[in-house]
């Protein structure tokens, strides 16, 4: 089966002994050295079903992450070209917003806003944080500098403007819709939209990853798992490894895909840009999951705290606040027992 990743999903199939342990089989077939550090993350659970350490019990063959779209036309006729530090990327929102234009594209009624919270906090985050954060390694101080100074920098960012002040209410259609039409310059979202933009898209557009960022919102894809009641688990196990043979790898390389162990390289200029930022991130093992995956629950959490921060009825602390309250108590109930 294809399942998703993560202790809510593929974890409490594992921890139940819905899915078997794929772990002989990593070793077999070399899985376990074709995908390291933050890929293999996902794919080892816990028998509590937390994931990041214990069996093998999924393996992805794809992979996702959060970058910058930018609208290329809009740039060019500003005179400015792609960020590369934070403080660049600032400059770039000024410049926009100077000329009446809000900078980015997103969404507050779903994902989107998350996302870019999240962007901001790892802005201030090592890798010692994601481990924390979402693999419970130890305990997150949501009052502490990374979660307070990114925080505060969306509250900042909202408040200049950067961002429209009905994000609150605005969906993931309208953010790409808004993006396409050519109303704002950039958008911060996921690899999943990049089909839709060759598809609709009539400026010329690109894509980087989120500037100064060593860390990025992104995993591997979905995971193939096998059910503990199959009768074929041996054919299973030869049909994943083929996904992740090099004529496969290679097929998603220029298709678009984001293959997770090829060294192709596409040969659209567009899938080669997507897929040069994504491997850039790979090979600094940049990974760092999404805001949502720690606990059951936490996305409509994200949702509503980020909400009420944009609409101006929470302010950073009280945001915090409500964050580190719904994490702690899902937290407690995933270690239990």
């Not at 503990?228 to 490894?241: G, R, Y």
């Amino acid at each position: 089966m294809e399942y998703n990743k993560g202790n809510a999903t593929a974890g409490q199939l594992a921890a139940q002994g819905l899915i078997i342990s794929l772990t002989d089989a990593a070793k077999q077939y070399g899985w376990d050295t074709k995908l390291a550090g933050s890929l293999a993350t996902t794919a080892k659970y816990s028998d509590k079903g937390l994931m990041g350490s214990g069996e093998w019990y999924g393996v992805p063959n794809y992979g996702e992450f959060v970058g910058v779209y930018f609208n290329k036309d809009m740039f060019t006729a500003a005179g400015l070209s792609i960020p590369t530090t934070l403080d660049d990327f600032v400059k770039v929102m000024d410049a926009f917003k100077a000329k009446g234009v809000t900078p980015l594209a997103t969404a507050g009624a779903e994902y989107p806003l998350g996302q870019l919270w999240y962007e901001l906090v790892l802005s201030q985050a090592d890798r010692s944080f994601v481990d924390s954060y979402e693999l419970f390694k130890s305990d997150v101080d949501f009052a502490g500098s990374v979660m307070t100074g990114g925080t505060q920098m969306l509250k900042d960012w909202i408040s200049k403007g950067y961002i429209a002040n009905n994000v609150g209410a605005l969906k993931a259609e309208d953010m790409g819709v808004s993006f396409i039409q050519g109303k704002a310059p950039m958008m911060v979202s996921g690899s999943w939209w990049f089909g839709r933009l060759v598809t609709d898209m009539k400026a010329s557009w690109g894509m980087f990853t989120f500037p100064g960022n060593k860390l990025h919102p992104g995993s591997s894809g979905n995971l193939w798992v096998v059910p503990t009641k199959s009768k074929n688990a041996d054919l299973a196990k030869e049909f994943i490894d083929i996904t992740l043979s090099a004529d496969v790898q290679d097929v998603l390389a220029q298709k678009g895909g984001l293959p997770v162990a090829s060294s192709a390289t596409a040969t659209d200029p567009k899938v080669a840009e997507l897929t040069k930022s994504f491997s850039s991130i790979l090979a600094q093992d940049g990974l760092a999951f999404y805001p949502d995956w720690p606990v059951p629950g936490y996305y409509d959490v994200i949702v509503a705290q980020l909400q009420g921060l944009a609409n101006g009825n929470k302010d950073v602390k009280a945001t915090l606040d409500g964050l580190g309250s719904a994490y702690a108590a899902g937290k407690k109930d995933l270690l239990k027992g």
